[in-house]
């Protein structure tokens, strides 16, 4: 017979793995509760256009998508977190005095290839910091909260991977180059294959004058280029919402006629010059220490006749101020060339890293989306940060490292509670009771074992003591405790019982702190 199997990309925890799973995700979210952020609980179910319209059309093939039973609305699986927040301060919180900081853990959903690591359901915990008007002191509040959580979760040998949205624009807005082809770089940034086949063809492109030669192209492109940038997008948009209600392939009403502007505003040429070009690629290939790396920006800036501007000093304070407060790990990077392949990201953005995990090694990834909530229907932009630790990756990472958040499996026993001759069940578990209350966790055997046999698992299971409740020691008020790896045996008094074990748990932590 051929037993059902799990799902491809879907992993059982048992046992202590799933006690350390749960341990590590209450880690990061007491952790959260530490700086003041309050836990919401999310559907895992959402209508997905949130999340075609906001993190991009290309996640479609990674999401699982199905209309409800009745036919009615295309809904998902959530595929991350942060837009299912967004949703649910606009829908019950956007009364609140601001800034809020919410925090959650929950499952998410993404379909993927199958590899160690990465899952197609895993649990994320993070937190988000929903406006706060000091961007600095919000950033440097979250990537310090991510990387306590990451050494409170078990982990120190990891990596800082620091990026910026914002600096890529105000580099690129540098660039001697024509107002349309700067939208085009702008526009694609932040899809990094897509970005480079852009560069490669700019940069090849012979100039053209036009677009297009056609005329009724020409002539709208004239009388859009009339009535100027605001103008015209009006006026596509009311166009447009004569013939589609809401939406085409997911993309709002706003969004098709931005791109339609583009198209048809140009006016000039849609071409990168080689030294144009050859900066774009200069600027991609920076990363180092953080000090190193900024310092070759500068460098590349005065190359092209540009000054450092806003964008540049806020990366050189977010640095600063992480190192005053002690929390910058030695082992960070900034590189330019970093983007997290989502659509909302606007300015700052991080991962942490766990080198020794190979291709899986990220464990956190977050930044900042002040465009966000606007688009998901503010009434105005709210600025907003956060991140999100994969939790099962981050016990992969402990797991690799040969380290593990206590010296015994996490769902690991401290006592066996057993009967000798005729003692009642409900003894036993009276016994077993005050241990639990004390600190132990205890099972309680009942079945009809051979007390040999009993301590013989006891032993293969590494379980430290086993508690005997008989009939001689009950005539005593008291049980015998049998330490297993001393091979000891001592009487205690039942209403000693419980002093007895947090003693026993206070050495057990003296030792675990004590080990080198």
């Given at each position: ?56 059309e ?12 009745k ?18 301060f ?7 005095r ?36 000091n ?20 982990i ?30 702008l ?5 990094r ?24 192209a ?43 502007l ?33 310092q ?7 190359r ?74 503010a ?14 990756r ?34 036993v578990?009276?016994?077993?009771q ?83």
């Amino acid at each position: 017979m051929k037993y059902p199997e799990h799902i491809a990309g879907t992993k059982d925890y048992l046992g202590s793995d799933a006690r350390r799973l749960v341990q590590i995700a209450d880690t990061c979210t007491s952790t959260f509760d530490l700086y003041g952020y309050a836990r919401v609980i999310l559907p895992v179910l959402e209508r997905s256009d949130i999340f075609l319209q906001r993190s991009g059309e290309e996640i479609r093939s990674r999401m699982y998508i199905f209309t409800d039973p009745k036919g009615r609305t295309e809904i998902c699986l959530r595929p991350e977190m942060t837009i299912s927040v967004a949703r649910a301060f606009l829908e019950r919180m956007a009364f609140r005095r601001l800034p809020v900081r919410l925090s959650y853990q929950g499952d998410v959903f993404r379909y993927d290839n199958v590899r160690e690591g990465r899952y197609r359901q895993f649990l994320q915990a993070g937190v988000e910091l929903i406006g706060s008007e000091n961007r600095l002191a919000a950033d440097v509040e979250v990537t310090t909260l991510a990387l306590e959580s990451v050494n409170k979760a078990g982990i120190t040998d990891f990596r800082l991977l620091l990026g910026d949205l914002e600096l890529a624009a105000e580099f690129i807005n540098s660039l001697p180059v024509s107002a349309a082809v700067r939208a085009r770089l702008l526009e694609n940034f932040w899809r990094r294959e897509a970005f480079h086949l852009l560069l490669t063809r700019l940069s090849e492109s012979s100039p053209q004058s036009k677009l297009s030669n056609d005329a009724a192209a020409l002539e709208l492109e004239k009388i859009l280029s009339s009535l100027g940038e605001n103008a015209g997008r009006l006026l596509v948009r009311q166009i447009l919402s004569l013939f589609v209600e809401k939406e085409i392939g997911y993309r709002d009403l706003d969004e098709i006629a931005e791109r339609f502007l583009q198209r048809f505003t140009a006016g000039q040429e849609m071409v990168l010059t080689k030294d144009c070009a050859e900066a774009v690629q200069e600027y991609l290939a920076i990363a180092g220490p953080p000090s190193t790396a900024l310092q070759q920006l500068e460098k590349l800036l005065e190359r092209i006749g540009a000054t450092p501007g806003p964008a540049f000093a806020a990366a050189h304070a977010r640095v600063e101020l992480l190192q005053r407060r002690g929390v910058l790990p030695a082992n960070t990077e900034i590189d330019l060339g970093f983007r997290r392949g989502i659509e909302y990201y606007t300015g700052f953005i991080f991962e942490i890293h766990c080198d020794y995990l190979g291709p899986v090694s990220q464990v956190c990834g977050g930044g900042r989306y002040d465009r966000l909530l606007a688009a998901l229907g503010a009434p105005q932009q709210i600025p907003a940060v956060g991140f999100a630790l994969g939790v099962d990756r981050l016990l992969l990472a402990i797991d690799k490292a040969g380290d593990s958040l206590n010296s015994r499996p996490g769902d690991s026993l401290e006592a066996l509670a057993i009967s000798i001759g005729q003692v009642p069940e409900e003894t036993v578990w009276r016994i077993a009771q005050i241990c639990r209350q004390a600190g132990w966790r205890v099972r309680a055997e009942f079945d009809d074992r051979r007390v040999k046999d009993i301590l013989s698992h006891a032993s293969e299971e590494e379980i430290p003591y086993v508690i005997i409740v008989g009939e001689d020691e009950l005539r005593d008020q008291s049980v015998k405790v049998k330490n297993m790896a001393e091979r000891t045996e001592e009487i205690v008094a039942i209403d000693r019982l419980d002093d007895y074990v947090r003693a026993a748990i206070e050495r057990a932590d003296q030792n675990h702190h004590e080990r080198p």
